[in-house]
């Protein structure tokens, strides 16, 4: 399953598209696509479309 992830360097964000993957008893995250430091929500759909990432879950009340 993949998903979007903000990661922060610098003060500076990076939007990526990653997958989580078993590598022994640890799990790594594969980067699938660089989205850049502030994408579009135009690109972000397309990204989300393209790769069938899955919407975040709602907390239950």
């Known amino acids: 399953m993949a998903y979007v992830v903000e990661r922060k360097v610098k003060g500076y964000s ?3 598209v990653v997958t989580s993957r ?3 008893a640890q799990t790594r995250q594969k980067v699938l696509e660089y989205l ?3 994408p579009s929500k135009k690109r972000l759909a397309e990204a ?3 790769w069938k ?5 709602q907390k239950k009340r």
Do not use: T
């Open 14 to 16: 990076y939007w990526y």
């Open 36 to 38: 850049g430091r502030n």
């Open 48 to 50: 989300r479309k393209y």
């Open 53 to 57: 990432v899955k919407s975040k879950r």
């Open 22 to 24: 078993r590598q022994g």
